[in-house]
């Protein structure tokens, strides 16, 4: 006969599972505790109500009651569905008539075996009841051939061998419990029965018996005779068969030993989710694939996350999960999971939501689709994490990594990263570079503190950031170096304008401190692709350069092509000053000596020594112009061994020729003279070379004073004292004073040539000249002009009692040979 159950949930969901699983059976359907009754109003042939305890309107409890109360349902069998843990519920439901409870979550092959069992043993009362009036179907055959276990009159305990007609067993019970009907007779169901269910067991036996329940259903262990344990699904219910019969019962089993192994992995499994999300800094959820983020599932998680219940976004019942998304995430997130589903992979994706608080959380999500047989996405499943405190770490570092902490303003990193996007994103807009130097203000930190520059620099980001704007950004490249990164400006003459009123803001907050620095800018060229080092260091070096270029007034300085020939320049002078010392390289350094003539004797007493440069790209070089840049380098620490060992080279000739006395002078810089090598050096020369120490002179210039003074002082003294002619060069024009010359450990003064210039147009009182000359001897110091290049300067010198002069007038600076020459005839012919 069909058998026709009906489905009482209020959940949608759980009623099409259950309905589909029960296919073969005619199934109703209902949502809640009235609709069940007016479904069975409506039909008679309900054999089998499936209720859910927990319902609007009017709940399972009311339900059952309503049955109990109506003997037209007296013959309808109800399973209850309960949660796991509503113990009170599942035995107030069986003692309001329930045949069987099954707890959520439901798991389908656990419902199934159980109305199976329930439906078998409907079956048996029908067959019963056939037998009685239809002849055409036996007992025995639903009997035998069940494929549930079914034993009839069965005692708990073991029966008297004058009962045992009344107690009948099939094969399938006795191939479930493992004995015969023999041994079953002998043992008792009791004494099969494993110890932890054998209470609850005797307790609901003891109603039956009573008359109290007219049927009962569990779950129970049976214990085989090689004692293994079988799980079985058992109904018990009173079974009239003779009325002076004690034992007239049913019980049926069905194993279910694989399904319950099944169920315990299923709860480990559960018990593992649910530890895992409630450690979950977030919230799991299975949601429908539409423009709202449909949710089916939500875990409790959803609270602490978002501060909505879960039940809220569940089916957008208050509201859809796509309104907590922050709003510029919502398309980009549809985006993001349109194009992972097309390729079935996995999805990662971080975004901000709005909390009922109305705060921004930032979180990850992790999911992937879930797909029907045809390939269709059915629904979404995955996680959502709080990753706020990773996000804010995250932004930190990269605040950190693009700002100068010291300024707060963005540093020359980010720069370097701008000017390599914008050159892809703007190739042919207008852009620039403008280089603020004041390394002046380094000057202050010596003289105030460290704090005090630090106050100070602040002040003039604030004054510089008064001229930045939506197209001109500004940055801290390094010390007291700013850069404004332009974008967009019409011509060079707004570049200018603009430099001007930098230096007018920086002007009226650096005078007082005697400060200025330099403006450099850098145009950066329409579709010339130029690497940013670049970019940077050239507007560095235009920076450089306009250090000075106005006197007391910051300068302005573009990076041109002159500016760039002159750069080229210097490089083309390191790379050959480079060579210099390095062993099979041609070097391009030469000496000269330009004659020194003593007043008093009219003689040629010595030779200063010039280094000179040729370069095979740019001829002759200046010193004036390759020194410093040796001295910026430090090549002039090679240079100037090789200096000090060819001019003495040069004044072993001279001895070995006889001028004994002759004297050669070197001009050092400071960079070598406080070298902590160059006094050894020196001396391992002079004793190679085996030169008198007498006739050696070492010339520093004046300005070299105000770096280290009491160093180089010692520096010399020591030098002096070795017997080496010291000489301070230049004279007159930096540091020194006559009153300070007192103090250096020096033999005798060079009047630099500017002195010596004036001569030639102020009259004799008018000169100071003869006043310096005059003041030197008085502090016992010899005295040199250097640049005489006329008569009347050589009268006046002569006149003051100056010692001896070099310049044109005497001889131009002459190679070896011909500075040999000269001398034996210089001095023959006087």
Known sequence: MAMKILVVDDSAADRTIIKAMLSDYEVLVAYDGM???????????????????????????????????????????????????????????????????????????SLKARI??????????????????????????????????????????????????????????????????????????????????????MKNFVKLQSGEINEYAMEKRLIRPD?????????????????????????????????????????????????????????????????????????????????????????????????????????????????????????????????????????LELGEGVYNEQGEVEA?????????????????LKYNSEHDSWTGLYNQGYLEQLLKMDARQYPSQNRALISVNLSPVQTLTTMYGFHYTQDLIKQIVDVLSAHCSESRQLFHAYENRFLFYWKGYTDRAELMALCESIANSLDRLLSIERIVGGIGVMEIDSGCEQDTDVLLKNALIASERAIGMEDGEYGICFYDEALEEEITREQEIMRELGKIGIPGEKSGLYLNYQPILDLTTNQICGFEALARLSCEKLGPVSPIEFIPIAEKTKLILPIGNIVIHTALSFLRKLEQGGHKNTTVSINLSVIQLLNHSFSDYLFNVITELGVNPANIGLEITESEFSSDYDELNRILGGLR??????????????????????????????????????????????????????????????????????????????????????????????????????????????
Request: proline share 3%; net charge negative; glycine share 6%.
């Open 227 to 363: 004692g293994s344990i079988v799980w079985v699904q058992m109904v018990v219910a009173s079974l009239v068969l003779s009325g002076g019969h004690q034992y007239n019962h049913i019980c049926l089993i069905q194993d279910i030993t694989e399904r319950k192994a099944v169920e315990q992995a299923l709860i480990e499994s559960e018990r593992s989710k649910s530890v895992l999300l409630s450690h979950l800094p977030g919230l799991a959820y299975r949601c429908k694939y539409d423009q709202d983020w449909t949710m089916l599932y939500v875990s409790p998680g959803c609270v602490g996350l978002t501060g909505y219940q879960p039940e809220s976004l569940v089916l957008n019942r208050d509201l859809a999960f796509n309104d907590l998304i922050a709003p510029e995430y919502r398309e980009p997130l549809w985006q993001a999971w349109e194009s992972i589903l097309a390729n079935r992979q996995s999805f990662n994706f971080e975004y901000e939501i709005i909390t009922a608080e109305g705060t921004r959380k930032w979180v």
């Open 116 to 201: 199976e069992i329930h439906i078998e043993l409907l079956r048996i009362q029908h067959a019963l009841e056939q037998k009685l009036f239809d002849q055409g179907v036996t007992f025995d055959l639903i009997f035998q051939q069940a494929p549930i276990g079914i034993a009839i009159a069965w005692n708990s305990e073991p029966i008297l061998t004058g009962w045992n007609k009344y107690l009948t067993t099939n094969p399938m019970f006795e191939k479930i419990t493992g004995r015969n009907k023999r041994e079953l007779i002998r043992v008792g169901w009791a004494n099969i029965t494993h110890p932890l269910d054998l209470e609850e067991d």
């Open 380 to 396: 979404l499943e995955g996680i959502i994490v709080d990753i706020t405190a990773r996000k804010t770490i995250e932004n930190t």
């Open 35 to 109: 609709e069940a009754m007016r479904q069975l109003e409506a039909h008679n042939d309900i054999s089998l109500m499936i209720l859910d305890l927990n319902m609007p309107n009017m709940n399972g409890f009311e339900v059952l009651t309503a049955l109990q109360s109506n003997e037209r349902y007296k013959g309808l069998r109800t399973i209850i569905l309960t949660n796991y843990d509503e113990l009170e519920n599942e035995i107030k439901g069986l003692q309001l008539g329930a045949v069987d409870y099954i707890r959520k979550p439901i798991h389908m092959e």
């Open 721 to 830: 004292s070795a017997g080496l002619h010291i000489a301070i060069d230049d004279f007159g024009t930096g540091y020194s004073s006559l009153a300070r010359e007192r103090d250096l450990n020096v033999n005798s003064l060079k009047i630099d040539k500017s002195f010596i210039n004036k001569l030639e147009y102020l009259q004799p009182e008018e000169a100071i000249t003869g006043d310096v000359i005059s003041m030197a001897h008085k502090l016992g110091h010899i005295v040199v002009a250097e640049g005489v290049e006329t008569e009347r300067q050589k009268r006046y010198l002569v006149n003051c009692g100056c010692d001896k002069i070099q310049g044109f007038l005497i001889s131009k600076a002459l190679d070896e040979i011909r500075a040999i020459e000269f001398l034996k005839k210089y001095n023959a012919s006087t």
